[in-house]
């Protein structure tokens, strides 16, 4: 088992939508986690980490559903700019970063 | 301006070579990383440093091997026992372990 798993999309939303991505984990003491996004041929960046009590950053709300061990991004109001791939990644224990394969997010006019 | 430079941008390897990439941060990161990305696949650990003088492989190590021999600098060389090199290259720090990963723009590398 993979883990970090994604649903790979791609999700293809009109301006304006409301998309949520999902993403679980396999080990369950795990920490940290975090919301990347990463565009076409470019590096990843972060979006926001993922706290237990859910954060809001703007349009972006992460959850944390630790009995679950899923994590979700919701993107409110989508505009084109919020086209990309998304990466849940999740701290392995040790000093190591798991990452998903990424949800590919296409945003149309 | 603090960050994390990689070079070059793009990388072609002969057969039998040996070629080394670049990375470097001046954001004071103890914990520097190198990943490789495959397409349709999730970012893969190399090797890993938590402190000068120090680092761990990751899970694909075969064929790389790095130094950290400043703070600053954590080069990856790809070796000819690398069959299968043609990837994207990323290096990373943050400021220890598990802590927030921050990334360099990449390295493309190219089997000639």
């Known amino acids: 088992r993979k883990e970090v798993e994604q649903d790979p999309g791609p999700f293809n939303v009109p301006e304006g939508a409301t998309v949520a991505f999902n993403c679980t984990y396999s080990n369950s003491a795990s920490q940290s986690f975090f919301w990347y996004r990463q565009d076409c041929r470019k590096e990843p960046k972060l979006l926001m980490s993922v706290y237990s009590s859910g954060n809001e950053d703007g349009r972006f709300t992460a959850q944390l559903n630790r009995a679950s061990q899923y994590i979700s991004l919701l993107i409110r109001d989508s505009k084109l700019s919020d086209s990309a791939t998304y990466l849940c990644v999740v701290n392995g224990g040790a000093n190591n970063l798991f990452f998903g394969t990424g949800t590919r997010l296409t945003v149309i006019p | 301006d603090g960050g994390i430079t990689q070079s070059p941008k793009y990388l072609f390897r002969k057969e039998g070579q040996n070629v080394t990439l670049s990375c470097e941060q001046n954001?004071?990161?103890?914990?520097m990383y190198w990943y490789r990305q495959d397409p349709g696949q999730g970012l893969r650990l190399i090797y890993y440093?938590?402190?000068?003088?120090?680092?761990q492989k990751g899970d694909i190590a075969e064929g790389y091997s790095v130094s950290r021999e400043k703070k600053e600098s954590f080069p990856l060389t790809v070796t000819s026992a690398q069959k299968n090199p043609t990837a994207f290259y990323l290096c990373?720090?943050?400021?220890?372990?598990?802590?927030?990963?921050?990334f360099g723009p990449g390295t493309r590398l190219l089997v000639l």
């Open positions: 990373a720090s943050s400021r220890q372990g598990r802590e927030t990963q921050y």
């Open positions: 440093s938590q402190i000068v003088n120090d680092f």
């Open positions: 954001l004071n990161h103890d914990a």
